[in-house]
């Protein structure tokens, strides 16, 4: 069932039930009413005929004859008049069964008037005094025309409920169309967008209100869909293409070695060809791997109190392992180290970190003459900075604002075999800790990586 159709139901007979209990208490009320207006009216009847039996001086029969002829044009009452020893000295009609029980009824409580009603007969008992005796009267009488109008008064209330309800059912299916019609559209607009237009997005309506705030999520979601799927298509592109070229040397080096080379010095050399094209196929697949858990979401990557110092000290030792040529030096400029301890702790995932820190210190090695890199370290105002130093040949001007792309190498890229991915992997893991990293670079003197953590970050972190 659709929310129009049961929103409209369900807002229908809570309505309806609402409307019956209030035509139920107007339907009372009136019908009480008119049994309280019949009751004043039957006992002036029954007052009116009791004096007309004791004061005129006509005998029983002629009584009875009028009474007969006048209840043809008039609701007349009819009497049963009984003395103070309760016997009945005259009657209308044939006395009902129940008389007695409501007489003696009306003397035993001393009440001067009683009422009833049996079926859509009311009756009505009193006391009367006439020459210094007691008698009792018991009149009754039919409402036809009471009974009449409260009939047809139930049976409108009854059309009037029923049509009452249609309309509010009708009411409630067009309110509930009219207020879900903006989430219908945005359904038929959502089941346009597949993977293949992610670009499309939802119209966002004027008004601030729910259905704003929906299509803003709903378009955010498709904003960060978006990213991923293209972040997933660049990179399986890039692995197919960067991977052919040191698989396909590395192939063709086999096969000529298979067909062409004779004495053990040509297979030596094809050997240590293919053994280059592999391992840079390894660290291209490695690199891959970094570059992949530093495009995870934040959220899905655990962190966990640390100290930056040690994490550059490990990364330092991983690289000097690597390659033992490499110099480099971590200092402290603030000469806080062993004053506390408590400076350089920070919150964050320390094998992204330390894949940071060793990228940009093989980059700053690597690119320099001396193959040296200093690392300087220092907390100011509640700001973390490291600055990576070399004295290398520099970043052209024209290359600062592309160097942290992805597979983007400038204009040194004949100088150093490399895959273009460090830095774009060191840039993702610094913002993912809410980091920044900042380049000043002098072609042909050398280069300063600054990472930055910010203070709201690091004080957040502390806590």
Request: proline share 2%; aromatic share 12%; with cysteine.
């Amino acid at each position: 069932m659709k929310i129009a159709t049961r929103t409209a139901l369900i807002y229908a007979l809570l309505t309806a039930g609402i409307l019956f209990i209030f035509a139920y208490v107007v339907y009372f009320v009136s019908e009480k009413n008119r049994n309280d207006e019949f009751n004043d009216r039957l006992g002036y009847k029954i007052i009116w005929r009791a004096e007309f039996i004791f004061d005129a001086d006509i005998d029983d029969y002629k009584i009875k004859r009028l009474h007969e002829r006048n209840k043809k044009m008039l609701n007349e009452a009819d009497i049963s008049v009984y003395n103070s020893k309760k016997k009945l000295i005259f009657t209308d009609i044939s006395p009902s069964s129940k008389n007695p029980y409501y007489l003696n009824r009306l003397i035993r409580t001393g009440k001067d008037k009683l009422t009833w009603q049996r079926r859509e007969r009311q009756y009505m008992a009193f006391r009367y005094e006439f020459d210094g005796e007691n008698y009792y009267i018991i009149g009754s009488a039919v409402d036809v025309t009471g009974l009449a109008h409260i009939r047809e008064f139930r049976e409108d209330i009854i059309v009037i409920y029923i049509i009452s309800v249609l309309i509010i059912f009708v009411t409630g299916f067009l309110f509930s169309y009219y207020t879900l019609k903006p989430l219908k559209d945005i359904i038929i607009q959502i089941r346009d967008i597949s993977e293949h237009n992610l670009h499309k997005r939802l119209v966002v309506p004027k008004a601030k209100d729910e259905i704003y705030e929906l299509t803003e999520t709903f378009n955010s979601t498709f904003n960060r869909l978006e990213k991923s799927f293209s972040n997933h298509r660049q990179f399986v592109t890039t692995i197919s293409h960067e991977f052919r070229t040191p698989l396909s040397t590395m192939i063709a080096e086999l096969e000529l070695a298979k067909e062409l080379n004779v004495t053990l010095e040509d297979y030596k050399l094809s050997i240590n060809n293919a053994l280059e094209d592999a391992t840079h196929a390894s660290q291209l697949s490695s690199a891959l791997l970094d570059f992949a858990r530093a495009s995870y979401d934040a959220s899905q990557i655990s962190f966990t109190d640390l100290r930056v110092d040690e994490i550059l000290a490990d990364a330092k030792v991983d690289l000097l392992q690597k390659n033992q040529e490499y110099r480099i030096g971590i200092h402290y400029m603030d000469n806080l180290a062993d004053k506390d301890e408590s400076n350089y702790d920070f919150h964050g995932n320390p094998y992204l970190l330390k894949i940071a820190f060793l990228n940009l210190m093989e980059n700053a090695c690597k690119y320099s003459s001396d193959r040296s890199c200093f690392v300087e370290i220092e907390v100011h105002h509640q700001v973390l900075d490291i600055r990576f130093i070399d004295h290398g040949i520099g970043i052209d001007e024209n290359d600062r604002d592309k160097i942290f792309d992805l597979f983007y190498r400038g204009a040194n890229k004949n100088k150093e075999k490399g895959n273009g991915i460090g830095l774009s992997i060191v840039k993702r893991i610094i913002e993912m800790h809410q980091g920044m990293i900042l380049l000043s670079s002098v072609p042909g003197k050398g280069s300063i990586f600054q990472v930055r953590f910010i203070s709201d970050h690091k004080k957040s972190s502390l806590t």
